[in-house]
């Protein structure tokens, strides 16, 4: 499960990309939860000014839906990536499960 969003003017600030990047995570989280889903591995997806593309991922030992999270993985990851302006920029979770109960697992 993933979104991305292009930015209307290449960027590396953090006052920019954080909300947008919080605001694809709040989604994935409400998508997770509304199809009874958890994932493990969190990938952040850039494409900088120069149409390079560059993804980092992060599994961690557990599922999640956690919008909180989400976030938290994700931000870290974007800090690795913000090296110069960026052109567009996407959050997937994979690693996929279903969650019947609604607790996390």
């Not at 958890?38 to 991922?57: P, Q, W």
């Not at 870290?76 to 019947?100: C, H, T, W």
């Amino acid at each position: 499960i993933s979104t991305e969003k292009n930015l209307p003017e290449d960027t590396k600030d953090k006052e920019v990309l954080i909300p947008l990047l919080y605001s694809m995570c709040i989604q994935l989280a409400a998508e997770l939860q509304a199809n009874q889903l958890v994932g493990k591995t969190i990938s952040v997806k850039v494409i900088y000014a120069d149409f390079e593309n560059r993804t980092l991922s992060k599994s961690l030992n557990h599922y999640t839906y956690s919008e909180e999270e989400l976030e938290r993985v994700a931000t870290e990851l974007l800090e690795k990536l913000l090296i110069r302006p960026i052109r567009k920029l996407g959050v997937r979770i994979s690693n996929i499960a279903e969650n019947k109960s609604g607790k996390l697992i």
